[in-house]
């Protein structure tokens, strides 16, 4: 029903900051990024309700901020002091309705590096 689509990843050393960005076509409920490095397992790194209640892995707790913009359909991932380890494919994912119920719908994809 909807289509994300994710912004804002690059390339990044330790320390610096990005910010991602994740524009859905249409209106989103509950919304979170996920990230998956090479051989490793996808992981919910941050998510966010349509009032903003919000929670963080522990890994970027302190460090990620996850807001969002219901007046855009948009969900941004505020990332400070990056580390080696954030390195991933960092995907957005929201529910939107569908038929009498709703589906979760998952963005392409933006890279993030954090290198030196």
């Known amino acids: 029903q909807v289509e994300l689509v994710e912004s804002g990843g690059g390339l990044v050393q330790p320390g610096e900051s990005l910010r991602l960005s994740c524009a859905a076509s249409?209106?989103?409920?509950?919304a979170g990024w996920y990230r998956q490095a090479p051989g490793k397992q996808r992981e919910l790194v941050a998510s966010i309700t349509r009032i903003g209640t919000t929670n963080y892995a522990d890994s970027v707790e302190g460090r990620f901020t996850i807001s969002r913009d219901n007046t855009k359909n948009t969900v941004y991932l505020q990332m400070n002091s990056l580390k080696p380890e954030d390195t991933a494919v960092y995907y957005c994912?929201?529910?939107?309705?569908?038929?009498?119920?709703?589906?979760?719908?998952w963005g392409q994809g933006t890279q993030v590096t954090v290198s030196s």
């Open positions: 249409g209106n989103i409920f509950t």
């Open positions: 994912k929201a529910e939107a309705w569908y038929i009498r119920g709703t589906n979760d719908y």
